[in-house]
């Protein structure tokens, strides 16, 4: 890890000796949900030692971390798969509170952030929908608001809606029509989603305990970090007023942007914290188990698997390290980096744990080590937040289009080769002794 300023680092080691010393002893059984008393002790004991909210700008009782010293608080804290919870910097929460302490109103902020960096309540992101909505593809979305004097109607289903069991608000993204509509025309939706592309689309702060909000079935995962599940939840008709849209109207996907940057990278930041822990948990199983006369650590084919977790650790790192740079800077280099640092930290962290579970053996298959749990826990990184095909569609794109761009513009094309009559005439070649050496020449290699 980089040098980071004195205060960032006192947070950091505060918050690793808090992690190994309080937080480890009191992880659950692997595949065992975090019980909710046990979380709020250990959150009143994160508070109490400095380390609760490290993201969160002070004047809304965090720790006041810049973004790009973010990484090596994130991941001391995800060396525990609960730390992050604990800490109060866990998905979805901590996307939302970057937002609404980017775009939100003073009286948003007050209302929804300060209880939310406080860990008083609980929120989610309600965007994907059951198909055809949106998911991977926002542009797909169904979910629609309209306008109504000056309240705003909101009606559509919405799935995998991350901790909405226990989730006081909702930020839901919404396709609003700039040219207006009905409640009506909201609830019974106006074409196929495919036909509504290319719609403005707006946020909306909305409460649980609103009339219409209906909190559904929940879809089984293989995960238990995120607390309260992944549901379905529906609005039907709920009516909220213009204070409750989260910046400006039609400007959601944009908005969608300034969170889901940043949030796609606090995801690598935390898991790369837990592979650190599985290459800690595979080191010390190396170095004190004895195989066919030699201890494992010494043996070429153990050491190249723990060689690779070390690369795979090290580059996703500096490419966190790199991306946290740009975030609050240029958007578009910061969501383009982001999506590479995604799909590259999401398949790193996932192969350092596998290496893990090999390197431990039967442990590490069962529930005598947590590395499997891991692994449930670090899969569905390769969809949320956008699959690794989705964001491997788009760097494609952008490459393409950055090429084209310097093309256009004067840059010389570097594929051109040099044709029929230049090949060969200095070189000696049959070309330079006339047609009839060419020919001689092709007759030999036919034979």
């Known amino acids: 890890m980089t040098a980071l300023p004195p205060d960032v680092e006192a947070l950091r080691v505060r918050t690793r000796d808090f992690i190994r010393d309080i937080v480890i002893p009191a992880e659950p059984r692997p595949g065992v949900y975090l019980a909710e008393e046990v979380l709020s002790d250990l959150q009143a004991q994160a508070k109490a030692a400095g380390v609760f909210a490290p993201h969160v700008p002070t004047e809304w009782g965090g720790q006041g971390v810049p973004i790009e010293h973010w990484s090596p608080i994130f991941q001391e804290a995800g060396y525990s798969p609960i730390g992050p919870a604990v800490l109060g910097c866990m998905a979805p929460d901590e996307g939302n509170m970057h937002m609404l302490a980017r775009i939100g109103t003073p009286a948003q902020q007050e209302r929804y952030l300060r209880p939310l ?150 995801h690598c930041m935390r898991w790369l914290g837990l592979a650190r822990r599985a290459l800690d948990i595979a080191l010390d199983r190396a170095e004190h188990r004895e195989v066919f006369g030699a201890v494992l650590a010494r043996q070429g084919l153990a050491q190249e698997l723990i060689a690779q977790s070390v690369i795979d650790i090290e580059t996703a790192d500096a490419m966190i390290t790199k991306t946290a740079l740009v975030l609050e800077g240029d958007q578009a280099e910061a969501n383009s980096l982001s999506s590479i640092a995604k799909v590259y930290c999401s398949e790193a962290v996932y192969r350092v744990i596998d290496r893990a579970v090999q390197l431990t053996g039967g442990d590490g298959v069962s529930d005598e080590l947590p590395l499997i749990q891991y692994l449930n826990e670090v899969r569905p990184f390769r969809i949320y937040d956008g699959s690794t095909e989705t964001h491997k569609f788009a760097i494609s794109r ?39 050496a060419a020919d001689s020449a092709t007759a030999e290699v036919a034979r």
Request: net charge negative.
């Open 117 to 266: 960096a406080a860990g008083d309540i609980r929120s989610s992101f309600a965007m994907t929908e059951p198909h055809p909505g949106a998911g991977s593809d926002p542009s797909a979305l169904a979910t629609r608001a309209v306008r109504d004097g000056d309240d705003w109607v909101i009606t559509g289903d919405k799935r995998f809606i991350s901790g909405a069991e226990v989730s006081g608000f909702f930020i839901v993204m919404a396709a609003t029509d700039p040219t207006g509509g009905t409640p009506a025309e909201a609830a019974a939706g106006s074409g196929s989603a495919q036909e509504r592309r290319g719609q403005a689309a707006t946020m909306f702060l909305v409460d649980r305990d609103t009339l219409g909000v209906e909190v559904g079935r929940s879809i089984r995962t293989v995960d238990r970090t995120i607390a309260g599940g992944h549901p379905y939840v529906r609005f039907d008709g709920v009516r909220v007023p213009s204070s409750a849209v989260l910046g400006e109207p039609g400007k959601g996907f944009a908005y969608a942007q300034v969170r889901l940057a940043p949030a796609r990278l606090t």
């Open 398 to 436: 952008r490459a393409s289009s950055r090429r084209r761009r310097e093309v256009a513009a004067g840059a010389p094309r570097q594929d051109v080769v040099a044709g029929p009559e230049a090949a060969g005439a200095d070189d000696g070649g049959p070309d330079s002794a006339g047609p009839e």
